[in-house]
Structure formats: C-alpha cells, structure tokens
C-alpha cells in the first residue's frame, strides 16, 4: 500500500530543488532553512508510518509543523523579492499547493 502524504513530501522536494538552488545565490540561510525543514517532512512521516499509539500522531504533527515552516519560509522568500521570476512564481505555486496537500494529509493522520 502507498503511503500518500509520503510520496507528496518526495514530490515536494523535487519541486523545492531548483528554487532553494536558486535561493541559496540570494539568501543562503533561508535556503537552509527551508531545505532542513523540507527534509524533516518526509523524514517524519515515515517514522509516523512505523510507530504505534501517541509517538506516530507525535511524527505526523511534527511533519505538519515542518511542512508549515516550508511554506512560511517560501512566502517570505517571495515577499523579500529573493524568489522572482515567471518560472520561479509557478514553481513556488506548485511547491505551495503540495504542502497545503500534505498539511491535509496529516491533520487527517493526526485527527
């Protein structure tokens, strides 16, 4: 069986790839930052995926969180003009709408 919210968060970072790259030449920390908690994402539910009781709603939360502080530090990025571009806008639209995907994935994990 595919474990939907984990192959959203693998999408994910392929799409965040090419914009913390392009990130890391304007703002290195904000690239950083986005790129450890893009990593958490997926990393966390698939121990969430392997755990039993109040640890695995405590894995899929911190995926949640980590999927928010993705989307958070990208809006910034774009209103600090360190994303730009038509390609880039389209690219961080695509990136937003899979984490507004796997926030609803695990506030299902989680409720």
Known sequence: ??????????????????????LRTRNADAARQIRRAADSVPSNLAEGGKRLGRD???HF?????????V???????????DITGDLSEAEVCGALEILDRIIANCWRLTH
Request: aromatic residues 4%; charged residues 25%; proline residues 2%.
């Open 71 to 81: 989307r958070t530090a990208l809006r910034v990025a774009v209103a600090w003009g």
């Open 61 to 69: 939360s911190v995926a949640a969180g980590s999927a928010e502080e």
């Open 1 to 22: 069986m595919r474990f939907d919210a984990l192959e959203l968060a693998i999408q994910l970072i392929r799409n965040l790839r090419p914009l913390v790259e392009r």
């Open 56 to 58: 695995r709603i405590h």
